[in-house]
């Protein structure tokens, strides 16, 4: 879904949705670099691994960042309007056409 990568005061993770991830981390993923970033309502279930994933132990950057109301590991209910803004966005749609026929 999102391999973060940044050290910046009031950075954000909002709102994704992924699920049925085939490779490694398959969630979120915060790299060693990654400090003062808040990951909130997000919904992550049926990845590989865990759908919360840090690689910024070292630093102790982990304790700088904030992990909150995301649902992690199933889809109830309650994160349906995640799920139903998930995609992309009506603005890049052109993207998902095949190219014209040479």
């Known amino acids: 879904m999102d ?6 005061r009031g950075r954000f993770a909002p ?3 992924a699920a049925y991830t085939g ?7 915060l790299d060693e670099g990654s400090g003062f970033i808040e990951v909130t309502g997000n919904l992550v279930y049926r990845v590989v691994c865990n759908p919360m994933n840090y690689n910024n132990l070292v630093q102790n950057r982990k ?3 904030k992990v909150h109301d995301n649902f992690f590991g199933s889809r109830p209910k309650e994160a349906e309007p995640i799920a139903a803004k998930a995609g992309l ?3 890049y749609a052109d993207l998902l056409q095949s190219p014209p026929a040479p």
């Not at 391999?3 to 910046?8: E, N, Q, R, W």
């Not at 490779?23 to 993923?29: A, E, F, S, T």
């Open 3 to 8: 391999k973060i990568l940044v050290d910046k």
């Open 15 to 17: 709102s994704g949705h």
């Open 23 to 29: 490779g490694y981390p398959g969630g979120i993923y």
């Open 63 to 65: 304790a700088t960042c």
């Open 89 to 91: 966005e009506a603005a």
